[in-house]
T-cell receptor
């Protein structure tokens, strides 16, 4: 399973776009890239998943370059409620391998 | 429909005691997972069930930990002779199928275990 590296923390202000980049240099051919969000005292929640290029859903976009060695989660116009820990996961197995995640703090 | 539920929400026990943590997955989900999360860390995989059988128990830290899912729905995580290092939040997740693309796992709120 590929190891991921992401920033420990990020700060932003309401209304701004936030981009969180994850490095996964040894990603395998079959691996997907998935992002989860976790609020305090709650279990993680699925945000988005992709394999290559760009994926967009109602809450986020995921950008994956051609070499797939990194990926960027983009959150448009964040609000205070987006303050949470964001995890980047890479793999093609059943179990999820979480790192320490990126703690995003959104300020008013 | 209801999400994944876990009981109890909090459990305080003494070192050496036995505890059981329960997970009710989303109805119809065949895959069920247990994770453990320590403060400031991401969740750590413990065990995964596909139906009634444990498909992968490679994350269980030692033989004091055991989990069952006898009827392919509710699962119980059992910890014998608890130690202070077992204190953590135990998370359960379920998914409608296993592996690869779109394997979205739905997590419960967790059980916070404190071993005194």
């Amino acid at each position: 399973l590929a190891k991921t590296t992401q920033p420990i923390s990020m700060d932003s202000y309401e209304g701004q776009e936030v981009n969180i980049t994850c490095s996964h240099n040894n990603i395998a051919t079959n691996d997907y890239i998935t992002w989860y969000q976790q609020f305090p005292s709650q279990g993680p929640r699925f945000i988005i998943q992709g394999y290559k290029t760009k994926v967009t859903n109602e809450v986020a976009s995921l950008f994956i370059p051609a070499d797939r060695k990194s990926s960027t989660l983009s959150l448009p116009r964040v609000s205070l409620s987006d303050t949470a820990v964001y995890y980047c996961l890479v793999g093609y197995t059943d179990k999820l391998i979480f790192g320490t995640g990126t703690r995003l703090q959104v300020f008013p | 429909g209801a999400g994944v539920s876990q009981t109890p929400s909090n459990k305080v026990t003494e070192k050496g005691k036995y505890v059981e943590l329960r997970c009710d997955p989303i109805s119809g989900h065949t895959a069920l997972y247990w994770y453990r999360q320590s403060l400031g860390q991401g969740p750590e995989f413990l065990i995964y069930f596909q139906g009634t059988g444990a498909a992968d128990d490679s994350g269980l830290p030692n033989d004091r930990f055991f989990a069952v899912r006898p009827e392919g729905s509710v699962s119980t995580l059992k910890i014998q002779r608890t130690e202070r290092g077992d204190s953590a939040v135990y998370l359960c997740a379920s998914s409608s199928y296993w592996g690869g693309e779109n394997n979205e796992q739905f997590f419960g709120p967790g059980t916070r275990l404190t071993v005194l």
